[in-house]
Protein backbone atom coordinates (compact mmCIF):
# COMPACT_ATOMS: atom_id res chain seq x y z
CA UNK A 1 0.00 0.00 0.00
CA UNK A 2 1.38 3.39 -0.93
CA UNK A 3 0.72 6.78 0.74
CA UNK A 4 -1.84 7.92 -1.53
CA UNK A 5 -4.02 4.92 -0.38
CA UNK A 6 -3.42 4.54 2.89
CA UNK A 7 -6.06 5.24 5.16
CA UNK A 8 -3.87 6.81 7.57
CA UNK A 9 -2.02 8.77 5.56
CA UNK A 10 -5.55 10.14 4.49
CA UNK A 11 -6.76 10.99 8.31
CA UNK A 12 -3.28 13.29 8.20
CA UNK A 13 -4.59 15.21 4.86
CA UNK A 14 -7.60 15.45 6.75
CA UNK A 15 -9.47 13.54 3.73
CA UNK A 16 -10.65 11.21 5.75
CA UNK A 17 -12.21 12.08 9.70
CA UNK A 18 -11.20 10.60 12.36
CA UNK A 19 -11.06 11.82 16.56
CA UNK A 20 -8.42 13.16 16.97
CA UNK A 21 -6.92 13.78 20.71
CA UNK A 22 -3.10 14.89 20.82
CA UNK A 23 -1.26 16.19 17.49
CA UNK A 24 2.16 17.46 16.91
CA UNK A 25 5.21 18.06 13.90
CA UNK A 26 5.51 14.58 13.70
CA UNK A 27 2.60 12.63 15.59
CA UNK A 28 -1.35 12.33 15.39
CA UNK A 29 -3.28 10.15 18.37
CA UNK A 30 -6.76 9.63 17.60
CA UNK A 31 -9.66 7.16 18.41
CA UNK A 32 -9.63 3.53 17.50
CA UNK A 33 -12.80 3.47 15.42
CA UNK A 34 -12.74 -0.70 16.20
CA UNK A 35 -12.14 -0.35 20.05
CA UNK A 36 -11.10 -3.09 22.11
CA UNK A 37 -12.19 -1.13 24.88
CA UNK A 38 -13.59 2.45 25.29
CA UNK A 39 -10.98 5.02 25.48
CA UNK A 40 -8.54 2.63 22.86
CA UNK A 41 -6.18 5.31 20.89
CA UNK A 42 -3.31 4.30 17.88
CA UNK A 43 -1.02 7.03 18.13
CA UNK A 44 1.14 7.45 14.36
CA UNK A 45 4.18 9.32 13.22
CA UNK A 46 2.53 11.48 10.72
CA UNK A 47 5.11 10.11 7.88
CA UNK A 48 4.32 7.09 6.27
CA UNK A 49 6.76 4.36 7.16
CA UNK A 50 4.44 0.18 7.03
CA UNK A 51 6.54 -0.86 9.70
CA UNK A 52 8.59 -0.12 12.83
CA UNK A 53 11.88 -1.39 11.22
CA UNK A 54 11.88 0.69 8.33
CA UNK A 55 12.30 3.89 10.69
CA UNK A 56 15.50 5.69 12.23
CA UNK A 57 15.77 5.93 16.01
CA UNK A 58 14.62 9.39 15.98
CA UNK A 59 11.32 8.85 14.51
CA UNK A 60 10.69 6.09 16.64
CA UNK A 61 11.73 8.27 19.35
CA UNK A 62 9.78 11.56 17.88
CA UNK A 63 6.20 8.89 18.55
CA UNK A 64 6.93 7.01 21.16
CA UNK A 65 7.89 10.06 23.45
CA UNK A 66 4.25 10.85 23.71
CA UNK A 67 3.44 7.34 25.12
CA UNK A 68 3.77 7.95 28.78
CA UNK A 69 1.08 11.10 28.81
CA UNK A 70 -0.89 9.20 26.35
CA UNK A 71 -1.26 6.49 28.68
CA UNK A 72 -1.58 8.55 31.09
CA UNK A 73 -4.75 10.30 29.94
CA UNK A 74 -5.98 7.08 28.78
CA UNK A 75 -6.33 5.56 32.37
CA UNK A 76 -7.95 9.36 33.58
CA UNK A 77 -10.00 9.09 31.05
CA UNK A 78 -11.76 5.94 31.24
CA UNK A 79 -11.11 5.36 34.53
CA UNK A 80 -8.25 2.20 33.43
CA UNK A 81 -6.16 0.46 35.71
CA UNK A 82 -3.46 0.13 33.61
CA UNK A 83 -3.27 -0.10 29.24
CA UNK A 84 -1.27 -2.56 27.08
CA UNK A 85 1.26 -0.55 24.28
CA UNK A 86 0.48 -2.92 21.34
CA UNK A 87 2.58 -2.84 18.31
CA UNK A 88 2.12 -5.01 15.36
CA UNK A 89 4.73 -5.57 11.97
CA UNK A 90 3.42 -7.61 9.50
CA UNK A 91 0.35 -9.16 8.64
CA UNK A 92 1.21 -12.27 10.19
CA UNK A 93 1.58 -10.03 13.74
CA UNK A 94 -2.21 -9.49 13.08
CA UNK A 95 -1.19 -5.88 11.24
CA UNK A 96 -3.81 -4.67 9.10
CA UNK A 97 -3.02 -1.31 8.31
CA UNK A 98 0.28 -1.18 7.02
CA UNK A 99 1.43 2.41 8.25
CA UNK A 100 3.15 1.67 11.75
CA UNK A 101 0.90 2.38 14.61
CA UNK A 102 1.32 2.09 18.51
CA UNK A 103 -1.89 0.65 19.76
CA UNK A 104 -3.05 2.02 23.28
CA UNK A 105 -5.76 -0.55 24.83
CA UNK A 106 -6.78 0.65 28.72
CA UNK A 107 -7.45 -2.08 31.04
CA UNK A 108 -9.61 -3.44 33.59
CA UNK A 109 -9.53 -6.76 35.76
CA UNK A 110 -13.01 -7.56 34.52
CA UNK A 111 -12.23 -6.82 30.97
CA UNK A 112 -12.30 -10.27 29.45
CA UNK A 113 -9.02 -9.26 27.09
CA UNK A 114 -5.88 -11.02 26.94
CA UNK A 115 -3.89 -13.13 24.47
CA UNK A 116 -2.93 -16.64 23.83
CA UNK A 117 0.53 -16.36 25.38
CA UNK A 118 1.43 -20.06 24.77
CA UNK A 119 4.54 -20.23 26.85
CA UNK A 120 6.73 -23.00 25.56
CA UNK A 121 10.70 -24.18 26.69
CA UNK A 122 14.02 -24.30 24.92
CA UNK A 123 15.53 -27.91 24.32
CA UNK A 124 19.06 -27.85 26.18
CA UNK A 125 21.25 -25.44 24.50
CA UNK A 126 18.89 -23.88 22.11
CA UNK A 127 18.63 -20.78 24.01
CA UNK A 128 22.25 -19.99 24.06
CA UNK A 129 22.51 -20.97 20.31
CA UNK A 130 19.26 -18.33 19.35
CA UNK A 131 21.54 -15.74 21.37
CA UNK A 132 23.97 -16.45 19.14
CA UNK A 133 22.03 -15.97 16.33
CA UNK A 134 20.69 -12.64 17.64
CA UNK A 135 24.01 -11.21 18.57
CA UNK A 136 25.29 -11.70 14.85
CA UNK A 137 22.17 -10.83 13.49
CA UNK A 138 23.10 -6.95 15.66
CA UNK A 139 26.17 -7.15 14.14
CA UNK A 140 24.97 -7.34 10.20
P1 LIG B 1 -3.71 -3.36 13.29
O1 LIG B 1 -4.50 -4.62 13.24
O2 LIG B 1 -3.19 -2.96 11.94
O3 LIG B 1 -2.63 -3.37 14.35
O4 LIG B 1 -4.71 -2.24 13.79
C1 LIG B 1 -5.38 -1.38 12.93
C2 LIG B 1 -6.38 -0.59 13.77
O5 LIG B 1 -6.80 0.52 13.03
C3 LIG B 1 -7.60 -1.39 14.19
O6 LIG B 1 -7.72 -1.39 15.60
C4 LIG B 1 -8.74 -0.63 13.49
O7 LIG B 1 -9.92 -0.58 14.28
C5 LIG B 1 -8.16 0.74 13.28
N1 LIG B 1 -8.67 1.45 12.10
C6 LIG B 1 -8.71 0.95 10.84
N2 LIG B 1 -9.23 1.89 10.01
C7 LIG B 1 -9.49 2.98 10.77
C8 LIG B 1 -10.05 4.27 10.47
O8 LIG B 1 -10.39 4.59 9.33
N3 LIG B 1 -10.19 5.13 11.50
C9 LIG B 1 -9.80 4.81 12.78
N4 LIG B 1 -9.98 5.74 13.73
N5 LIG B 1 -9.28 3.61 13.09
C10 LIG B 1 -9.14 2.71 12.11
ZN1 LIG C 1 0.37 5.87 5.61
Known sequence: ?????????KIIAG????????????????VDIGPLAEGHLLVIPKEHYEV?????PEAVAAVTRHLPRLGR????????????VL??????????????HFHIIPRIASDGLGYRWNASK?????????QQRLIRALQA
Open 87 to 100: QNNGRVSGQEVPHV
Open 15 to 30: EIPALKVFEDDSTLAF
Open 122 to 130: YEDGRDKEI
Open 52 to 56: LQEMS
Open 73 to 84: AVMDAVSAEGYN
Open 1 to 9: MSESTCVFC
